[in-house]
Structures are given as C-alpha cells and as structure tokens.
C-alpha cells in the first residue's frame, strides 16, 4: 500500500508539475500517521493556493488512482485484510486528522517543518538492507514489546535514530507504524532552543558544549527532543575521563571507536607476523560496544563473548592492559593462562571471556538473579544507599543456535532476573550466514515464546544502541525481569585470525557493507554536519591512536612473562597438597635440567 501511494503521487508530481509536488509529502505525513483515509489526506493540501481549482482536480485525479490501487491490493489480500483495513478507517473517522484540524496556518507550517529533516537533500530510507538480501523496516520509535503484547506485524522493525549519511532520520519515512502508538502531536519548533536547556561549562570549550548541542539538535528534530536529552552520549561527566582529560562523553566516544578500530587493525597484523598467537576483530560493531557501555552504571556487571572489548575499554580498561594481555607477559591481569583477547577485570565488573561457545548466558542469568536477592535484602533491612544493578550478556547469533541459549533465557524468564541478552547478529556465525542457521525472523522474536520483553536496534547507530541499552536496563530495574536486544550489524573482519571470511562471502559484499553502514563513518558523518568535527581532526585523532596502540604494543612486547609460581596461584586460597607437590617436581626438573629453560 505504502509502495502505492508513493508512486502514485510521485508519478503525478511529474506528470502535473511543481504544484501538485506537494502530493507526495502530504500522503508522506498521512503514512506517518497510520492514516489510510484518503480524503484526511486531501485535506493536507487546503494550506495551498488554488485559484483556478487545477491542482484540487489534479489532487482528486490522483487521489481516486490511488483508491483503486488500495482496493486492487485489499482484494489480493483476501477479506480478513480488508476487515482490517475497515476497522482502522473507522477508528481515523473518530479522531480527525491532526493536520486537517489545525487551524492556524503558522503552526500548520511548523507542523510541516519538523516532520521533514532540516536538510532537504537527506530522505531517510524505509528499510534496513541486511545480509542475504533481507530487508527490515525502520522505525523513529523506541518500543519494548512487553510480554503479553502483540508482537510486531510482519518483520520485527529496527529502531534508528541516525542515517547512514550523519542525519537524524525523518519519521515520515519510517518503514514501519505502530497502530497502537499515539498520534504525533503538533510541537512549534523553538527559535530561541537554547533556553530549554541551562548553559554550563562541561566541555573544553565553546564550540564543543553538549548543553549547546542538545539545544540545537532539539531544536532542529523536535520529534527526537526526548531521546536528545535522554542521551547518556550528549551528557558530560560528572568529573573528566582519564584517557582523554575532559569530560565531553560524545568526542570520547568517537575517539574510542577510532581506538578500538586502530588496536584491531594492529593487532591482527603482529598475529599475521607471528608475534601473538590468536586475534579477533570487532571492526563494524564498535557502535553496539560504545553505545552500550555509556547507557550501563559501573555496578551492571558484563558477560561477554570475545568481541566486545570496546566496553572493557570504556570503563577504563587501558591499551596497556590489552596488549600485556594479548601478549600474556608478566603484567596480565591472567598471569598468561589465556588466549589473546580473552580479557577480564574483576575492578571493572567484567567476568573473563570463555572461549566456549554460550556458556556466559545461562552464568549471566545466576549472576542477575543474585542481584535481584541482593537488592531485595537491602529494602528488607532498610539499606538506602543499595544502588541496585544487572547482569548484561554479549552473545551473537550463531551463540543462539545454542542450548545455552534456550537454558539461560527459559531461566532469566521463569526467575524474573533482571538481565539484558544483547545479541550481536552480525549476518555470520563463523562461515555459516543467517540464511543457514534459522528460517524464522531473527533472534527477537524468539522473546515472545520465552515470555520476556523483547527489541531489536540498528547496531551500528551508536545513538539508537545508547537509547535502547538505557531503557532496556530501566526496564530490568523496574519489572525485574529480562529483555532480549538484537542489534542487526555486520562483521567487516574475518572471524578471527584462524578464519578466511572470503572462502563463503564475496568480497563485494564486504566492502558494501563497509562503505554504506560502517559505524564509525556514520559518527564522524554527524559530528561533521554538526560542525564538531573536521575530516582533518579525525585523521588526528587516527593517528594519535594509532601510535598510542604501538607504543603499547612494543613495551608489551618488551616484558618478561609471568614467573613461573603463578601456574599453581588464584585457583585455592590456600594451596592444596597435590599442587604443592606438583610445584616442587616441576622445580626438581628445572634443576636437573637448566639449559634446556
């Protein structure tokens, strides 16, 4: 029906001329209204001057070509289509039009103005187009579907906030409208924005004060005012960040998606030159790192995979402490018992990576339930200053295809535990694409069989994961109960430095993906078109990062590792009789035979 109406009108636009061009906007804002009442639709155009009645006849002209095409549809898809179709044109007699019942021609324009992107150039696209040829449709709105709730007609929508090219997108053009959700209601966009928001010194200098922006990008996208002052992202801290000196989190997390990217590329190659053993890029999903890390609180306690050091390096964890574990010296937080990248910091509340597959899901669950008890015990005994917590867990979607998947969900849900299961689905488990491993709709619709809530998110827009992340986590805190996130992305690396991704995908369609929907192209695309950021400032920034992993990496590289005792440490506290006597053989060899250690 959308496909419809949009050729219809722009089809008329050609044929009629520029007057009748505004066509296609107004059947633009009845879509975005879940409006199929033709005639409310018409009524769009009456701000328009029609002396000679022309562009009312072309207008109907249209208008009844449409009708015919929506009846044409209706028949294809049977009666019960149709009865739903009745039900709705029912329900949008009893509640007018919003743009045909404003009666000032001033608010009618603003209404106009802010449901279209300030940039004319931009059209923010319907749809997601994923790998395998899927396509998903877009949606502005941020909604937890809550168990007991209708599921979603059709595919699951991706909530969006920035477009691939830097614009907050235009939610006429969402691909998806919710029928339940309550209509959009006409707000004047304030010339003076900058008075909503009180102006403080939280960042280094003028040009880049989050008070101000917020008030702009307010001002200029009054649809998503709420999600602009929500935004953990657009939020200083409340004292500077260690590794950057100010307190600006939006510059910070643009730097560190660079840093991420530059570890990656590094590291992988001294793999490729055999002075570490085992490697794993997150190259194309640093947006699902960054943006969740600054929506949690330093008490949630992460469960990850292994490709999700960019929330480890987040919270404080240093490139010194990455590469002295990737090159397991005698400074390894693992004392060299693990793999490359296999990170973990009891200070930072980040539980050491396992390299089986799915073994964190059923673990996140115990560990959220814990702080469920926890946080009960505390208002039992009066404890006010309990800040309660929960448990998120990083897995991708092969990890679904687990029975640790169903185990530690089926758990999460029956024990109400208050845990968020991020799923990473990056169109590949290791050499096997989406298209092999299920036939069902993704890995959110799997929520509703589970009886948990359920959302799915563009993952690479770091400020559609922030918000998703944040209320995700307000949600768990509030029902105490779980939600299951699926971040739609895509792996640009091989899976790990063991795999060759070019065997089963064409390199084509790496480098689409890495062209159109990078996450890291897509931040620095909007701090540009903010003014916030040059091309030259981030090829800055690249290179400070760049050296700043070397550096690391070479003194990483230069330390001596571990001493031998600490192979019988940290697993006793106080050391049983077998290991001792195992620690004295091994010392006895060592003595008999010194030259060959």
């Given at each position: 029906?959308?496909?419809?109406?949009?050729?219809?009108?722009?089809?008329?636009?050609?044929?009629?001329?520029?007057?009748?061009?505004?066509?296609?906007?107004?059947?633009?804002i009845g879509r975005s209204r879940g409006n199929r009442n033709l005639s409310s639709v018409v009524a769009v155009r009456d701000d328009d001057d029609d002396d000679d009645g022309t562009a009312a006849a072309a207008t109907a002209a249209v208008v009844a070509q449409v009708r015919a095409a929506v009846n044409g549809a209706v028949k294809k898809r049977g009666p019960s289509f149709a009865a739903t179709s009745n039900k709705e044109r029912q329900k949008e007699k009893s509640s007018p039009s919003p743009c045909s019942s404003v009666k000032d021609e001033e608010i009618k324009k603003n209404y106009l103005n802010q449901i279209h992107s300030d940039d004319e150039e931009h059209v923010s696209p319907t749809h997601l187009k994923y790998t395998g040829g899927q396509s998903m449709p877009l949606t502005s709105t941020l909604?937890?579907?809550?168990?007991?709730?209708?599921?979603?007609?059709?595919i699951w929508p991706v909530y969006r906030i920035l477009d691939e090219d830097g614009c907050f997108r235009c939610p006429s053009n969402d691909?998806?409208?919710?029928?339940?959700m309550p209509a959009i209601t006409p707000i004047t966009a304030s010339s003076s924005a900058e008075e909503m928001i009180p102006r403080s010194n939280d960042d280094d200098d003028e040009k880049h004060n989050l008070s101000r922006l917020r008030s702009i990008l307010s001002s200029k996208h009054p649809l998503h005012s709420s999600e602009v002052q929500d935004s953990t992202l657009l939020q200083p801290s409340s004292s500077p960040y260690a590794?950057?000196?100010?307190?600006?989190?939006?510059l910070r997390a643009q730097r560190q998606m660079i840093r991420l990217r530059q570890m990656d590329n590094i590291m992988q190659n001294a793999q490729r030159q055999g002075r570490i053993s085992f490697y794993m890029t997150c190259r194309g999903e640093e947006a699902i790192h960054i943006g969740s890390a600054a929506a949690l609180r330093p008490q949630d306690i992460i469960l990850a995979q292994y490709r999700e050091h960019g929330l480890l390096m987040w919270r404080g964890f240093t490139l010194e402490q990455f590469t002295n574990q990737c090159f397991s010296n005698d400074l390894d937080l693992g004392r060299g018992r693990q793999m490359p990248i296999h990170y973990g910091s009891r200070a930072l509340n980040y539980h050491t990576i396992s390299s089986p597959l799915g073994t964190q899901i059923p673990q996140a669950t115990g560990v959220a339930y814990k702080m469920k008890l926890d946080a009960a015990a505390a208002a039992a005994n009066g404890d006010s200053n309990h800040d309660p917590g929960i448990a998120i867990c990083y897995f991708g979607d092969g990890c679904a295809s687990t029975t640790d998947f169903h185990a530690g969900l089926n758990f999460a849900a029956t024990l109400k535990a208050p845990a968020i299961f991020f799923c990473r689905n990056n169109g590949y488990a290791i050499s096997t694409s989406v298209e092999d491993q299920y036939a069902g709709d993704g890995i959110v619709c799997r929520a509703i069989g589970y009886g948990m809530a359920g959302l799915r998110v563009d993952g690479n827009d770091i400020f559609a994961v922030n918000a998703a992340v944040r209320e995700a986590r307000e949600y768990c805190l509030t029902h105490n109960a779980p939600i299951l996130i699926e971040a739609m992305t895509y792996r640009q690396g091989h899976h790990s430095t063991s795999d060759d991704s070019s065997r089963y995908r064409c390199p084509k369609e790496v480098h689409s993906h890495s062209t159109s929907t990078d996450p890291v192209k897509r931040l620095n695309a909007f701090l540009e078109r903010n003014e916030w950021m040059s091309a030259d400032g981030t090829a800055k920034i690249r290179d400070e990062e760049r050296m700043a992993v070397l550096q690391a990496m070479e003194a990483a590289e230069r330390r001596p590792p571990p001493k031998m005792e600490t192979l019988f440490t940290d697993v006793y506290e106080l050391m049983p009789q077998h290991l001792q006597r195992q620690e004295r053989q091994l010392h006895d060899h060592l003595a008999k035979y010194p030259d060959n250690y």
């Open positions: 029906l959308r496909g419809a109406l949009k050729r219809h009108a722009l089809g008329a636009s050609a044929r009629l001329g520029s007057g009748v061009g505004d066509i296609s906007a107004a059947l633009r909604k937890i579907v809550e168990p007991g709730e209708d599921a979603p007609r059709g691909g998806y409208i919710d029928p339940e590794d950057t000196g100010t307190n600006n989190t939006l």
